[in-house]
């Protein structure tokens, strides 16, 4: 990454934050609490990027489309121009015959899906995963100086992926950026790419959550629009792991991908809102009503392929509007096995939130505290965030027995900030 801080980039119901400043104290810091017993190993940090080189599918877009005063990231979050116009990452695709796009089709229920329900909804897909040293495909910039991301390796035209190996069947992760950002927004790719160095396939939809709804609120009419069409907010929650489902049928089922996947291994990954996809996913109930604090919820998906999960600064609600049900009653008895990285100084997704909800899982679970760490994501920490994740993953998804051995007794990583469990 170009600079060692950057945001994770997410503005999660501003309304509702609005009223936690009146209201309640939205954050806690967990940093006192004892951890469990038994879990003291202090671990090495993976290496960062990982052995292997990562290439990526074709994502080549056409940057003179863009206004002069446009900013190209509008596109891939999918903030309309006006009330009237659209935009999303498909209006600058410059190969879109040769590009990954999978169409979602919103079921009929207005209660969840809103102004979406029964309608189709495309989203672009991008997947990275481990190459051969020599891959002599160039890398590709995205339109610098507006960003500073390359994408390595990249596939043009029909070009089929050069994997490490063709004769292995890779595991697979399922990623899911925060609310507002993409997969090639720069600390989301940096992840991507992190996990691919390290031998998974990963498969990571543009969500494009500004298409369904824009909780930015900068006067008091934005906040009336948003209160006035929460619906679409609950609608934009249930889409993410739809499209998630719906990019790993295109992939495992595609010519040039389905040989070189394991099917039987597949896990997942997802930053803030990510993370609460990745419950939903698992059969979490998600709040669909925001007028009586939560206390009605509902199952969106359930998909069975997603064998365990890894949640950065994990989204579970606020303390006056939790985001499965109140008490986080929409996670009990849900057994996705599930990890949990949050800061102690995180408001936007507070530890106390993940603290309860990780708490009524039913399957394996974690959940490790970063001191001090607010909503963002730094190199500081990098090692501690994808030392716990690949560990994580590499147990439950690959089945590795040093992974699961190492599991058994882990309780920080080495450097970094400090790092621990407070729910196992």
């Known amino acids: 990454m170009a600079a060692a801080t950057k945001s994770v980039r997410v503005i999660l119901v501003p309304l509702v934050l609005f009223l936690c400043a009146f209201l309640v104290s939205c954050g806690d810091d967990d940093d006192d609490q004892p951890g469990p017993d038994g879990l003291t190993e202090v671990v090495q940090p993976v290496s960062l990027p990982g052995p292997l080189e990562v290439a990526c599918s074709n994502v080549a877009q ?187 049928d295109l992939v495992l089922t595609h010519p040039q991908w389905q040989d070189h996947l394991d099917e039987t291994r597949i896990g997942g990954f997802g930053a803030s809102m990510g993370g609460e996809t990745m419950l939903l996913l698992g059969g979490a109930g998600l709040t669909t009503s925001f007028f009586d604090l939560g206390s009605s919820w509902e199952q969106i998906t359930l998909d069975e392929r997603i064998l365990a999960a890894v949640g950065y600064v994990p989204y579970f609600g606020q303390p006056i509007l939790p985001a499965f049900g109140r008490d986080q009653d929409g996670l009990e008895g849900i057994d996705l096995p599930f990890l949990g990285i949050s800061g102690t100084a995180d408001t936007t997704a507070p530890i106390t939130e993940a603290e309860e909800g990780i708490s009524r899982l039913a399957g394996t679970r974690r959940l490790v505290a970063l001191s001090g760490v607010t909503h963002e994501f730094d190199e500081a920490w990098a090692g501690d965030i994808f030392t716990w994740a690949l560990t994580f993953l590499d147990a439950e998804v690959k089945g590795d027995q040093e992974a699961i051995d190492r599991l058994s007794t882990m309780g920080s990583v080495e450097g970094g900030v400090e790092d621990r469990v407070v729910l196992d």
């Open 62 to 248: 056409d940057f003179t489309r863009l206004g002069a005063d446009e900013d190209v990231t509008d596109y891939w979050e999918g903030l309309p121009a006006d009330e009237d116009t659209g935009r999303y990452v498909t209006d600058l695709l410059a190969d879109p015959d040769n590009t990954l796009i999978v169409t979602v089709t919103a079921p009929q229920d207005s209660d969840i899906y809103g102004d979406f329900a029964g309608q189709e909804i495309e989203f672009v897909v991008v997947v990275c995963y481990p190459t051969t040293d020599d891959n002599p495909r160039p890398d590709y910039p995205l339109n610098p100086p507006q960003t500073d991301v390359v994408v390595p390796h990249m596939q043009t035209g029909s070009e089929a992926p050069l994997f490490a190996d063709e004769s292995v069947r890779y595991p697979v992760v399922v990623f899911s950026h925060g609310y507002m950002g993409s997969p090639i927004t720069d600390d989301y790719f940096f992840a991507i790419s992190v996990l691919a160095s390290h031998g998974y396939v990963v498969i990571a939809p543009f969500h494009g959550d500004l298409r369904f709804s824009n909780l930015m609120i900068e006067d008091l009419d934005d906040a009336i629009a948003v209160a006035s069409n929460l619906e679409n907010f609950t609608a934009l929650q249930a889409l993410r792991p739809l499209s998630i489902s719906a990019a790993l």
